[in-house]
């Protein structure tokens, strides 16, 4: 699944009710011993560390094993529910039981039977809104197939709303009340949410085949997982849909979908390969998802192992909960990947396209069993997207991808670091972090590097192979790679899987007697995170060619000496760049200047221009960044462009010159947008030419930089200038736009943000909220009171994440000198049933005495 934080496009701008028995942690690495040492020692804890503590989360307890699932189901509009009947089929996991426990999430139950050959009984059950425990009635064995009937309804409305994002079935816009906005239902299971729709045993570790039969409107579209087996038109004016799954996977990963959706058919081999987006998007279909079948192509061979699943679907859906999701044969995104061609300029999506088929294999065919072990699920699809781009762009474009994911990863790391498999956690979804996904992305790369390409994709097919349709934990995939490379790798395991943190390595250089000296430390705290082993190359430079020495950086502090033969340039540690790490090397400008041209590798070059930034000024290091404008990739040329925003030396002209013809001729948008921004800095006549000039490019990434250039200038017609735009529901320009008729004094608008804020993506609705709230505070009481009900309306309709409502409601009380405004915002107050809102609204009222 892709987290919302960071939907992983290329645009790199910077995201069980069965009962639990007892279960141990894997063996100790270094950390574990540590952690005893905290009793004894007195020492500072680091930032990062944490005192939360949280109850073992172990793998969910297997009294039963699902088997098949059948459910004939009616989607209801009117009251967002769904009508439905379950027949489960299961067997006792061992120890033989009278009683079986399901869960259910916000249902009603209408009856509950057991089914056989001879006849149906009634049973008698227990159920709290969250488990259905049937009595059964004989001891069923482990060789007994048990049949259960559940006719029942689901309302998922009724989940708290602080967790409707957890709700399972999801109804948008199901009276039809929302003008341009498409009627639709669909599901996200992951992590324990399917349940709030079917009953079963929400877990991981469960696997079973599916039959749905779907019955909904004839004018509208369906999806689920598996092959449609039959379309029956019933009297009524619906139609049913026979969807069915012979292939077992886990609950999580069952899903359905309907609505008013183009289908776009594509084809893998002789496999169907369908891209559902709403019909005023049909013709941008291909645009989006039309590299699929290619993609499945290079991971099946890869892999050695085809793709295994009936067909594979992509729908994309309104007010999705998160980026997207791997639902077996039938993944689901947000509406983010729906766009246009100028759209597409500036998030292609193809990362997240890989990354959601890649979990076909790593997820669906083998899942984790616990979501403990979610990285085998979550850290292979992340790696996917470095493959993929390698694949198809080339080694720098992977690189990028390397580079920002571990700086993600760094980042989060100032203030958490945990391990990535962890047994210790708030909730699943609080498993779905930068350690599962980059960091564990990193690892797989760097275990990549260390045991070779050959071994390393050899040990992915054992693994399918060994596990498909069933589920692994970390030490299973351990064992794999031990099997195949022939040693012990507990301690990789140990040191990357099981232990938080990471190495903070600081690098010296120097010179004597014909050697070079590295001395390298390790520096994070030892004692909440271990000294780690670290295999690599030191690359050195000598008459302008390359020599890599191996070494084992295994220690605190470890000197390495390297003799030298030639004329010495630089030298780069960690020659491959494939360490998880925060590396500082100490070492002069002419080193680094030497490392941008001699070293090939991406990340070479780009942390030699990261490096010396702050010296632009330098003849050396201007003359490289000149040299890196004319780069062929992008983010090399992209990072000059930066760079030369610190410079401002006599040949400034002549440079900037260059960047103007980049502003409005270079081929990737993201270097347009930043040259923009670059030229800002520094204003003059010719600067605002270019800027008005790249109002009528094709990127809305570029008009965006060129109108915040223009933004302060004086262009009197600029808003003449954008009218274009104001059709456009790009989040980018629409937010643009707001900041416009606030800061032009602009009234009249207040239709149009109503209707902009209705258009957006929840996950984009937070700057244009507070355009609009600054909108309001400048207009007449007409529009102010018109403004206060649209965003009354959207509160009362909730389903909006905590910070977006907390946007709206800072509106309201921005507003509250006209008494029916005030009125409005005390009611909405009274009656709001988010948890976390009403702690704030309590807070607030202690501290403020309102």
């Given amino acids: 699944m892709g987290y919302l934080s960071d939907l992983k496009f290329i645009a790199i701008v910077t995201i069980c009710g069965c009962a639990l028995k007892p279960s141990s942690p894997p063996a100790s690495s270094d950390f574990s011993s540590n952690r005893e040492m905290e009793k004894y020692a007195v020492v500072d804890r680091p930032v990062w560390f944490s005192d939360e503590e949280f109850d073992s989360k172990p793998t969910a307890e297997k009294k039963f094993d699902l088997i098949h699932t059948r459910l ?30 399901l869960n259910a999430k916000g249902m009603k139950m209408n009856k509950v039977a057991r089914i056989n050959i001879k006849d149906t009984l009634n049973l008698t059950y227990q159920y709290n809104g969250e488990k259905l425990s049937i009595n059964l009635d004989k001891i069923y064995q482990k060789t007994d197939t048990l049949v259960l009937f559940i006719d029942y309804l689901a309302m998922p409305d009724s989940i708290p709303p602080e967790i409707s994002s957890d709700k399972g079935l999801h109804f948008i816009n199901p009276d039809g009340s929302i003008k341009d906005k498409p009627v639709q239902f669909w599901t996200q299971g992951e992590s324990e949410n399917n349940s709030c729709w079917f009953p079963t045993l929400d877990a991981p570790n469960q696997k079973m085949t599916q039959e749905i039969l779907i019955t909904i409107e004839k004018n509208y579209v369906t999806l689920s997982n598996g092959k449609l087996i039959s379309a029956k038109e019933n009297k009524d004016g619906t139609r049913t849909d026979y969807w069915k799954q012979d292939k077992k996977h886990s609950p999580y990963l069952v899903m359905i979908a309907g609505g008013d959706f183009a289908v776009v058919k594509d084809k893998w081999k002789d496999m169907e390969v369908n891209y559902y987006v709403e019909p005023e998007y049909e013709k941008y279909a291909r645009m989006v998802f039309g590299k699929t079948s290619e993609m499945i192509t290079f991971f099946s061979s890869i892999l050695k192992y085809p793709y295994p699943w009936d067909k594979f679907s992509q729908i994309v859906v309104q007010d999705y909960v998160s980026g997207a999701m791997e639902n077996t044969s039938a993944v689901v995104y947000n509406s983010s990947f729906q766009h246009n061609e100028r759209e597409h300029l500036d998030n292609d999506g193809e990362s997240t396209i890989a990354h959601e088929l890649f979990h076909h294999w790593f997820g669906d065919v083998v899942t984790c069993e616990s979501w403990t072990h979610l990285s085998l699920n979550e850290s292979f699809a992340d790696y996917s997207e470095y493959l993929w781009e390698d694949f198809k762009y080339g080694k720098d474009a992977a690189d990028l991808i390397q580079r920002n994911a571990l700086h993600q990863y760094l980042h989060i790391a100032e203030e958490q670091r945990v391990p990535i498999i962890r047994y210790h956690y708030e909730n699943p979804d609080a498993m779905f972090d930068v350690h599962t996904y980059e960091k564990g992305g990193r690892v797989l790369h760097m275990l990549r590097n260390y045991v070779g390409d050959t071994v390393f994709f050899e040990v992915l097919n054992v693994y399918l192979k060994k596990f ?68 690599l190359d030191i690359d050195v430079w000598m008459d302008d060619k390359k020599t890599s020495v191996p070494v084992v950086f295994e220690k605190t502090k470890q000197l390495f000496s390297i003799p030298i033969s030639g004329k010495f340039s630089t030298a780069l540690f960690d020659g491959k760049q494939q360490l998880l790490a925060d590396i500082t090397e100490l070492k002069p400008f002419s080193w680094w200047v030497a490392q941008y041209y001699q070293s090939e590798k991406f990340l070479a070059k780009f942390s030699a221009l990261s490096t010396t930034a702050d010296s632009i000024n330098l ?7 000149m040299t890196a404008l004319d780069h062929p990739f992008w983010a090399i040329r992209k990072k000059a462009i930066e760079n030369f925003r610190r410079y401002h030396g006599i040949d400034s002209s002549l440079i900037f010159e260059k960047i103007y013809a980049m502003a409005l001729n270079d081929p990737k948008s993201y270097v347009r947008s930043s040259a923009i921004y670059t030229l800002a800095t520094n204003k003059n006549k010719k600067q605002t030419k270019v800027f008005l000039a790249a109002l009528n490019d094709s990127a809305y990434s570029v008009v965006t930089a060129a109108v915040n250039a223009l933004i302060d200038s004086d262009v009197p017609d600029l808003l003449q200038r954008l009218e274009e735009y104001k059709t456009s529901n790009n989040p980018n320009i629409v937010v643009l736009l707001g900041k416009l008729f606030v800061k032009f004094n602009i009234t009249g608008k207040t239709d149009w943000f109503i209707e902009k804020l209705q258009k957006q993506r929840k996950n984009d609705l937070y700057n244009l909220v507070q355009q609009f709230n600054n909108y309001l505070l400048k207009v007449g009481k007409e529009e102010q009171w018109k403004g206060a009900k649209s965003i009354g309306g959207m509160l009362k309709a909730g389903n909006y994440p905590f910070w977006i409502k907390m946007e709206l409601y800072k509106g309201l009380e921005n507003l509250q000198e ?19 809102l009403v702690e704030y609204f309590k807070l607030l009222d202690e501290v403020g005495g309102k």
């Avoid at 003849?619 to 960044?625: C, L, S, T």
């Avoid at 006209?818 to 976390?836: A, F, G, S, V």
């Fill in 72 to 101: 004939v189901i009616t989607p209801v509009w009117k009251n967002s529910s769904l009508i439905g009947k379950a027949t489960v089929y299961l067997h006792p996991h061992f120890i033989s039981q009278r009683m079986v426990t």
């Fill in 468 to 535: 498909e349709y069933g589920t692994a934990e970390i030490s299973d995939l351990r064992k794999c790679f031990e099997e195949i490379a022939g040693e012990d790798l507990n301690w990789f395991f140990n040191q990357w899987w099981l232990s938080p943190g990471h190495p903070e390595i600081r690098v010296n250089y120097t010179i004597k007697n014909d050697t070079l000296r590295v001395m390298s430390e390790q520096l994070q705290d030892t004692i909440y995170s271990p000294v780690f082993r670290m295999p």
């Fill in 619 to 625: 003849p050396e290091v201007r003359r490289m960044n």
């Fill in 818 to 836: 006209l008494p029916e405004i005030k009125q409005l915002y005390r009611d909405l107050k009274t009656n709001e049933r988010d948890k976390q």
